[in-house]
């Protein structure tokens, strides 16, 4: 048997992890019967769906050998996070270009061997053909400029 947390163990801990986060999330919603389902009734049944799928592979998981869990690497983690998170405080309110071209200099940040050149240009093109797919093609109501 191999180190106890392992990349499967921690994979099924997620999986818990998600479904704790859902039954939380759910809170009060009425359930209901599998006749009257309620508002909370196919959510919480998905949520304890995730528990126990996550207790399962956690359960098999612990008792076989795998290569323990790879180094967590910071720097993508938190400039992709960054990006993600300044698109969406940034869009209503700056609009498409400039959350994307945000999002896409942040992403950059995450690499090493991001070419700060390159980028801008990058960033642009994104946020032109984000312009046109979903502003132009799919008419969806989101401001192309800070309103």
């Given at each position: 048997?191999?180190?106890?947390?392992?990349?499967?163990?921690?994979?099924?801990?997620?999986v818990?992890a998600?479904?704790?986060?859902?039954l939380s999330?759910?809170?009060?919603?009425?359930?209901g019967?599998?006749?009257?389902?309620?508002?909370g009734?196919?959510?919480?049944?998905v949520?304890?769906?995730?528990?126990?799928?996550?207790?399962?592979?956690?359960?098999?998981?612990?008792?076989?050998?795998?290569?323990?869990?790879?180094?967590?690497h910071w720097?993508?983690l938190?400039?992709?996070?960054?990006a993600?998170?300044?698109?969406?405080?940034?869009?209503?309110?700056?609009?498409?270009?400039?959350?994307?071209?945000?999002?896409?200099?942040?992403?950059?940040?995450?690499?090493?061997?991001?070419?700060?050149?390159?980028?801008?240009?990058?960033?642009?093109?994104?946020?032109?053909?984000?312009?046109?797919?979903?502003?132009?093609?799919?008419?969806?109501?989101?401001?192309?400029?800070?309103?």
């Open positions: 048997m191999g180190r106890l947390i392992n990349s499967e163990v921690a994979s099924g801990l997620l818990v998600f479904g704790v986060l859902g999330a759910i809170g009060s919603l009425e359930i019967t599998a006749n009257d389902m309620g508002p009734y196919l959510p919480r049944l949520a304890w769906a995730l528990v126990l799928a996550g207790l399962t592979m956690t359960g098999l998981a612990v008792f076989r050998a795998h290569p323990p869990v790879p180094d967590l720097r993508p938190f400039a992709i996070s960054a993600v998170l300044f698109f969406g405080a940034s869009i209503d309110r700056y609009g498409m270009v400039i959350a994307v071209v945000g999002m896409t200099l942040l992403a950059g940040l995450a690499s090493p061997i991001s070419r700060w050149r390159e980028t801008p240009l990058i960033a642009g093109c994104l946020a032109a053909g984000a312009v046109l797919v979903f502003i132009v093609g799919l008419k969806l109501a989101i401001p192309i400029w800070p309103r």
